[in-house]
């Protein structure tokens, strides 16, 4: 992938600075010198790969996730979306009401994921949602339920943590005799620092968890 490649790069040409620094400091009353030229020219080179490699990270696009779309349904929103669909067989009503149950919603997430509900009944707007995932990269965010249709949408605006200002979506909508999920984020990860989480780490864990709710939520609602 292209951040891995840049960074890759940049910890290459860190090393060889490294190396070359060590030859001129064994080298230097031979030829103080051209060792002096020789590290200076390593040093911009690897000065101006970090800068290219930063300015490049600062500008993905984050469109590598298979997840990840641009859609003029979403055009009102500023950032990244990244969007994940299921088709469940079973009616609009039955997955609506497993996602707005807050102890049948706990039951689809990891076991490493935790979402409480402020008040846990009746979801609606003004609820608070909190999830925390405990893993080696600790994360946390909060959302506010801003908007609900029964049995079509669900919207959630990102108040604070990770996600701080993005929007979370869950939309249902029939297909046949199924009923086609979407679950649908979208934000602006802020920084050079959250964008390289984002690209690097978070993305990758944030799709497998979904992955792993929607597949829970098939179970649930077709055996329901």
């Known amino acids: 992938m292209l951040h891995i490649s840049l960074l890759s790069t940049v910890a290459a040409d860190f090393y060889q600075w490294k190396n070359v620094g060590y030859i001129y400091n064994q080298s230097e009353r031979k030829s103080n010198s051209s060792g002096e ?9 690897r000065c101006l790969s970090l800068a290219a490699a930063i300015w490049v990270l600062s500008c993905l696009p984050g469109c590598s996730s298979r997840y ?7 055009a009102g929103y500023n950032g990244k979306i990244n969007h ?8 609009k009503n039955t997955i609506f009401r497993i996602l707005t149950n807050s102890e049948m919603f706990k039951k689809l997430c990891p076991k490493w994921v935790i979402v409480t509900r402020e008040p846990p009944t009746p979801f ?17 965010w909060i959302s506010k339920v801003v908007q609900v249709i029964p049995n079509k949408i669900i919207r959630q605006q990102f108040t604070d943590g990770f996600f701080a200002g993005g929007t979370e979506i869950w939309e249902l909508d029939t297909v046949g005799q199924y009923t086609r999920v979407s679950h649908t984020i979208i934000f602006n990860p802020r920084g050079l620092l959250r964008k390289l989480i984002w690209y ?22 077709e055996a329901n």
Request: charged residues 25%.
């Open 37 to 45: 030229k020789v590290v200076a020219m390593v040093k911009k080179n």
């Open 124 to 140: 609606g707007p003004g609820t608070i949602v909190e999830t925390r995932v405990n893993q080696r990269i600790r994360l946390k």
């Open 68 to 74: 990840t779309i641009q859609s003029p349904s979403y």
């Open 84 to 91: 994940h669909t299921c088709l469940i067989r079973a009616p």
């Open 200 to 221: 690097i780490k978070v993305r990758k864990k944030h799709d497998w968890m979904v992955e792993h709710f929607l597949h829970n939520l098939k179970k649930m609602a």
